[in-house]
């Protein structure tokens, strides 16, 4: 069982708690249907106000620890009337919110990946959000290139598995040494163990998918699934909620494969770092396209591996042949 008096558990899931909530709130009252398709505004809102939370409650609770996130603060200073918004939510949710110190929370995040440090995703799968479907905060610590502890904030997943837009949300967390947790998001503290799947039938093999197909190579994700001999319906969804959903059982397959126009494109830390773990907790295997493990060492990329490949682990060697074949 994992141990809610370990401080950085405690930390790590309240700040996630808090900026899952909050980024829920600004989605409700900013994402509306008449939103143009080009309008990026309230998830450029909600990340910035997440980051900026995780921020200063990293601060409070270990002031030395680097914070590795996706944002900086400089395009937020030239726009006033972005940045008074940003402001407006971050206040709701912590004292001492005013313009400056969130920009300064917020560049919290610019630090360099060292021996010991945290990576956040402030928002994992924007699409989704701007959707109004499946997105994640995601924040993990990593210790001499190990994940140590890594939390997913899925407001709109039950029991870390079910989409669910009007349910509590699903905390996703993961210790190392300690199994993957899912809690009820709001209410209730209440963890349950998860374990992914034990199909080891690949026509079985339930493949989770994004709805996003500029980061991936649609057509050989459809070869990969001939190949496989899959039959089984592929899970559609965005974000590192993916990872949760395996984690949960409820899938047996992840792939992430070179795009044709970002064929050197390689994976941020705080994309993988918190979904890795919590795959591998629950019983599962992360590798990348040539089954070699993530490696966390090389700065704020995934520089020395090429895309990913996620399983229940029972069908991991059957899927890493079936890249080699179609040459992935």
């Not at 450029?44 to 997440?50: G, R």
């Not at 601060?59 to 940045?83: H, N, T, Y």
């Amino acid at each position: 069982m994992i141990n809610l008096n370990d401080p950085e558990l405690g930390f790590a899931l309240e700040a996630v708690r808090l900026a899952s909530q909050m980024v829920k709130t600004i989605q409700g009252e900013l994402v509306s249907p008449a939103l143009t398709k080009d309008d990026r505004s309230p998830v450029t809102v909600a990340d910035f106000a997440s980051q900026a939370l995780v921020g200063t409650l990293l601060g409070e609770a270990f002031p030395d620890d680097p914070l590795v996130g996706e944002e900086d603060s400089s395009a937020l200073r030239e726009d006033s009337v972005l940045l008074e918004q940003v402001t407006g939510f971050v206040r709701r949710f912590t004292r001492g919110a005013t313009p400056e110190a969130v920009c300064d929370w917020i560049d919290r995040g610019s630090a360099a990946p060292g021996g010991r440090f945290w990576a956040l995703d402030p928002i994992d799968g924007t699409k989704g959000f701007l959707r109004g479907d499946q997105y994640a905060v995601a924040l993990a610590l990593v210790v001499d290139g190990a994940v140590q502890l890594g939390v997913l904030g899925c407001p709109r997943l039950s029991d870390a598995c079910l989409p669910d837009y009007s349910g509590p949300g699903s905390l996703v967390v993961s210790r190392r040494g300690l199994g993957t947790w899912t809690s009820p998001l709001e209410g209730e503290r209440r963890f349950q163990r998860l374990y992914t799947s034990t199909q080891d039938d690949p026509s079985q093999a339930r493949l989770l998918r994004s709805f996003e197909a500029g980061h991936t190579n649609v057509g050989q994700i459809d070869e990969f699934v001939q190949l496989m001999g899959v039959q089984a319906k592929p899970v559609r969804m965005d974000s590192q909620a993916k990872y949760a959903v395996l984690a949960a059982g409820k899938g047996e397959l992840l792939v992430r494969l070179l795009s044709p126009s970002m064929p050197d494109y390689r994976e941020k830390i705080w994309d993988q770092a918190a979904g890795s773990l919590v795959i591998q907790e629950a019983g599962g295997v992360i590798t990348d396209l040539d089954g070699v493990p993530q490696d966390f060492t090389t700065g704020r990329t995934l520089r020395r591996n090429r895309g990913v490949l996620a399983s229940n682990g029972h069908l991991h060697p059957k899927a890493l042949e079936a890249l080699r074949q179609i040459g992935a």
